[in-house]
């Protein structure tokens, strides 16, 4: 079994794009029941890990630039880590993630 970092993006600073109170507790609780899934399978390797909206860039001249970075049109809203056998199942495990039905994506990597 291999482990795969699936990472969360949407537009989540746009105001048009921000869904109602009740439209997110409807998302929240998709949410909970996709990681509830996904543990009761033993596919979620570490749980979700919320982006703190800070960082860092190292660019190729080693000079350091102070994050978040606004010249990307969407933000890391969290990722997890989950144990999956290829980059097939990996792929079938993240079309059920809820941040798609917000307009969302969802990149996914091995991680190694």
Known sequence: M?????????DFKT?????SPEELQQHLQQWQNWF???AAQD?????LQRWDGQG?????????TDGPFVEIKESIGGLII????????????AQGCP???????VEIRMAV
């Open 43 to 47: 596919k979620l390797a570490r749980p």
């Open 2 to 10: 291999n482990e795969f970092l699936l990472i969360f993006r949407r």
């Open 56 to 64: 860092k860039l190292v660019n190729s001249n080693k000079g350091i």
């Open 82 to 93: 989950i144990k999956a056998k290829d980059y097939d199942e990996a792929t079938e495990i």
């Open 36 to 38: 509830g899934s996904l």
């Open 15 to 19: 105001k048009e794009t921000q869904p």
């Open 99 to 105: 941040v798609l039905n917000f307009g969302g994506n």
